[in-house]
């Protein structure tokens, strides 16, 4: 089992920054390939950035050049560095660990999310 949990959240001015983390527990941090989801309201969960084991980073189109995904293995812990918010960045966010145990079988693991709201 890998438990996350995050924090970080908040209400921000457009044109601002937050910085969310992700504490994992009770598997190997170094193995777990590291996701930040978020789900707006009446909208379906959406992957916004991922970092693989070996540190490859993937984001998607919306968030490019505004928000950086991070690891630290000594900490067990990943982050999203979101700046440039845009309201349209409003939206309950979420940690992903996926686990691999063979090539067909993997698990995914969430956190409980955390709010951003981007607001005047």
């Known amino acids: 089992q890998v438990q996350l949990v995050e924090s970080g959240g908040g209400m921000v001015q457009p044109g601002g920054s937050l910085r969310l983390s992700c504490a994992a527990s009770?598997?190997?941090?170094?193995?777990?390939?590291m996701n930040w989801y978020r789900q707006a309201p009446g909208k379906g969960r959406e992957l916004v950035a991922e970092?693989?084991?070996?540190?490859?980073?993937n984001y998607a189109d919306s968030v490019k050049g505004r928000f950086v995904i991070s690891r630290d293995n000594t900490e067990n812990t990943v982050y999203l560095q979101m700046n440039g918010l845009k309201p349209e960045d409003t939206a309950v966010y979420y940690c992903?660990?996926?686990?691999?145990?063979?090539?067909?079988?993997?698990?995914?693991?969430w956190g409980r999310g955390t709010q951003v709201t981007v607001s005047s």
């Open positions: 992903n660990a996926m686990k691999t145990i063979t090539v067909t079988q993997k698990y995914a693991y």
């Open positions: 009770g598997s190997d941090f170094s193995k777990l390939v």
């Open positions: 970092i693989s084991t070996t540190g490859t980073r």
